[in-house]
């Protein structure tokens, strides 16, 4: 009896490992699916309702990680002279406010948007406050981080990702790098020259 009771167990448990998906087989349908792109994802405005990235469909976006009380906080004008400079040829750029680093965006989104517009002009769109970190991390930034690496994800306010007219991700550039720095915008001219009429 003993020995009929192991063998239906045995059994039993062949039968059961090969109902089992066999290892691997998730990275293969993964392989399998299309590749996201930026418009698969959506912030929330900051004036409130979606903000979804598809509204700028066929336009370069800098999407920027900011916060109002930072030793970076002065890039606002840069971006704002980015914009200034190539929004008429296509390019967006998208702030996303942040209290990740040292908590230093706490306010709400009225006074976040307040701040940008009294003390640096900003008309750039503003996305309502998000987490850039870890497994809360806004859909949008954990994409970007597993696409480029750790190495590109923001490590403090005021990290850039340039999205291509295509929706793809096309560079990204650290906090210290100004918006205005030559690197940025080669990358931006870029990105607008291959942009081509999908822009306008």
């Known amino acids: 009896m003993r020995t009929f009771f192991l063998a239906l ?46 509204k700028y469909r066929g336009h370069p976006i800098l999407v920027v990680n900011t916060a109002s009380f930072c030793g970076y906080t002065p890039q606002y004008t840069a971006l704002q002279d980015l914009w ?62 597993a696409a480029l690496g750790d190495k590109a994800a923001p490590q403090w306010n005021f990290h850039k990702y340039l999205i291509g007219a295509d929706g793809r991700l096309a560079g990204w550039f650290a906090t210290s790098t100004s918006p205005t720095a030559p690197e940025v915008v080669k990358a931006v001219e870029t990105a607008l020259a291959a942009g081509g009429s999908a822009k306008k």
């Open 84 to 145: 200034q400079r190539y929004r008429d040829r296509g390019l967006v750029v998208l702030g996303v406010p942040s209290n990740d680093f040292g908590g230093q965006e706490p306010g709400s989104a009225e006074e976040i948007k307040s701040f940008c517009e009294v003390n640096f002009d900003v008309d750039f769109p503003l996305a309502d406050k998000a987490r850039v970190l870890g497994a809360d991390a806004h859909p949008f930034y954990r994409w970007a981080r």
């Open 9 to 54: 167990a045995a059994t039993l448990a062949t039968l059961f490992a090969a109902a089992l998906p066999r290892p691997g087989i998730a990275a293969d349908i993964a392989r399998s699916l299309p590749v996201e792109n930026a418009y698969d994802f959506s912030f929330n405005a900051i004036e409130g309702g979606a903000l979804p990235l598809s």
